[in-house]
């Protein structure tokens, strides 16, 4: 926004915004009492054609209260959102015809009818924020993000020609609250041409992202419906993954979506075996956390309805995909659950000491006052990476600002026990009481991946650490009570080379903040490049040892140089967002039958 509005100002517009989104409710709401009937909502494909005034049978964003000052803006209405799945500001004739069964799928409860709170529901942490925070918070929050329509930047694809030859693989996705809805899967020539697009499939849910194999397939996550299927889940559930042609033809695919218990979410690695490794969320309610020696915290500041609350902790699993019978196996399962620690109540299970040298996962760290956008987790993992010379595991935990390694040499049943404890952890040592909060290197973190072979710092691991947290006060624990939307904070890359032998020893350090770790290479880390994503984002190195950096908040993709110096910085253009951008080497196998080359 080129002029940013005074508060009074913005609470103006915001009132104003409330009241055009606010249309659709009105028009259903046949007898003005604020609740949706059952007889209101049997009658809701008549009252919507009414608004249809130039009679072509649809509704676009005009009829329904707009233009919106903000893209997206009609939106923030659930109704719009149910009745528009595919978020192109029209709602046609057989969304109309279906009105009555998708407002009936709004009514979680069951109460058989829909209150103003079912549309624009008050426990939404964005909306809470956007309508109470302060004008220069506006343009920070995507629900009312601008954005172009076409690329635009600093410096455009093609324009230096010190950017990488090769490709990029950009997968968008709607928001959290499919407020802003990207559905596009493509490549992206370093001249700035969209030279191959997969065809949409199914939902884009927030964090999905994709892979193209050597043999030009294409493996991709996404999520049975739209953002009400995942409101049970933590943010980047998606619950699909996929093997795919290039034209889209579905070779096999992969369900895990148990509302309340488990579901895939963010990340998978595929490996060179073929398998996949994925993400899962396990759910618990708080009253079997505590039993597992978890201490009890508040759960009003989940920004969550309770009956949406749950306990969730994480697991690993590696799928074995048959492409010719469609089936998959399940070879291999890591659990955190199995590598918790509590030093509170001794009569509870996991009570043991924190400290140097701890390989264990302390179950308390996390205060969810401090994380009320994580509900109900404990550790939100993020990134899965896999080093196969060493049969080693990597994740990354946002909450803990650490990344893990783990033994994947070992069995399942042998992954219960102290050999599938963490044989390395970076980034935070408060996290497990071995240093104070001041020495936390990593904060909000994403991306975290080993450098793979052939690229430049081959085996160095490669953060983008998001600094979203970052405490003004270095003796705060752990860190702001939010996200931060403004540019309070700003983002850097580090590139780490890990205290490993040739043999694979692990070496700690464990009175260092660095725990043996030696940050050889990072960009921004004094933030003196205007330069900030306060969640999701990614970096990942380049064929000509450029690193190439996606801003998930708003899509804006940057390549640097090895001195810093920036060759690339641009945004694709249009809504929603994206997980992290993939760079595909000119002389990849994969591209083969996709580009002309």
Not at 407 to 431: P, V, W
């Amino acid at each position: 926004m080129a002029n940013t509005p005074t508060d009074h100002e913005a609470k103006q517009l915001l009132g104003e915004e409330a009241r055009r989104v606010g249309t659709l409710w009105r028009a259903l709401d046949l007898d003005g009492d604020d609740v949706l009937s059952a007889e209101e909502i049997a009658a809701a494909s008549d009252s919507l054609r009414a608004l249809d005034t130039d009679g072509d049978g649809q509704l676009t964003v005009d009829d329904i209260g707009g233009p919106f000052r903000w893209p997206g803006g009609e939106r923030r209405s659930a109704i719009v959102r149910i009745l528009d799945p595919d978020g192109d500001g029209v709602i046609t004739a057989a969304d109309i015809d279906d009105a009555p069964d998708r407002l009936r799928r709004l009514d979680r409860l069951g109460r058989g009818h829909l209150l103003p709170t079912d549309d624009r529901p008050k426990w939404n942490p964005i909306l809470a924020q956007a309508h109470s925070g302060p004008a220069e918070t506006l343009a920070h929050f995507d629900i009312l993000r601008n954005y172009e329509d076409e690329p635009s930047g600093l410096v455009m694809p093609g324009a230096d020609d010190r950017q990488d030859d090769g490709y990029l693989l950009v997968y968008e996705h709607c928001n959290a609250g499919d407020v802003q809805v990207g559905k596009d899967l493509f490549l992206q020539s370093s001249t700035g041409q969209r030279v191959h697009h997969w065809p949409h499939r199914k939902h884009a849910s927030e964090t999905v992202t994709a892979h193209l194999r050597e043999d030009g397939r294409l493996i991709r996550t996404s999520c049975p419906g739209p953002w009400l299927d995942v409101l049970c889940f933590p943010v980047g559930a998606h619950g699909i993954i996929t093997i795919e042609e290039p034209d889209g033809t579905l070779l096999w695919e992969y369900r895990l979506f148990e509302p309340g218990k488990r579901v895939m979410h963010h990340d998978f690695e595929p490996m060179p075996n073929g398998n996949i490794l994925v993400t899962v969320y396990e759910g618990k309610t708080f009253g079997e956390a505590e039993e597992f020696g978890w201490e009890a915290q508040p759960t009003d500041v989940l920004m969550r309805p309770p009956d949406l609350q749950r306990w969730w902790t994480e697991s690993i699993l590696e799928l074995e995909p048959n492409l010719e019978t469609g089936e998959t196996g399940v070879v291999w399962e890591w659990r955190s659950a199995d590598h918790l620690v509590q030093n509170v109540d001794p009569e509870k299970p996991h009570y043991g000491s924190l400290g140097p040298g701890c390989r264990k996962i302390d179950i308390n760290y996390a205060k969810y006052p401090n994380y009320r956008f994580n509900m109900g987790q404990i550790m939100h993992v993020n990134t899965i990476s896999y080093d196969a010379s060493r049969d080693q595991i990597m994740v990354s935990s946002a909450m803990h600002g650490e990344l893990w390694v783990i033994d994947h040499s070992i069995s399942t049943e042998e992954a219960k026990g102290e050999a599938g404890d963490l044989l390395y952890r970076f980034g935070n040592t408060s996290s497990h009481g071995a240093g104070p909060p001041s020495d936390k290197v990593l904060d909000w973190q994403h991306d975290v991946h080993w450098i793979p072979a052939g690229y430049p710092g081959h085996g160095n691991v490669l953060i983008f650490n998001n600094g979203s947290r970052r405490p003004t006060d270095p003796s705060h624990n752990p860190s702001p009570q939010r996200l931060s939307f403004q540019n309070e904070g700003y983002s850097e890359i580090l590139e780490i080379k890990l205290p490993v032998d040739a043999d694979g020893n692990w070496t700690w350090e464990t009175d260092d903040r660095l725990n043996g770790a030696e940050i050889v290479w990072e960009y921004n880390s004094a933030g003196e490049a205007d330069w900030f994503s306060p969640f999701m984002s990614g970096a990942r190195r380049r064929p000509n040892g450029n690193t190439v950096t996606a801003l998930g908040y708003n899509k804006r993709i940057r390549e640097v140089t090895p001195d810093g110096s920036v060759v690339l910085d641009f945004l694709p253009g249009g809504p929603g967002r994206t997980f992290r951008v993939i760079p595909i080497a000119a002389d990849h196998p994969g591209l083969e039958g996709i580009v002309d080359r």
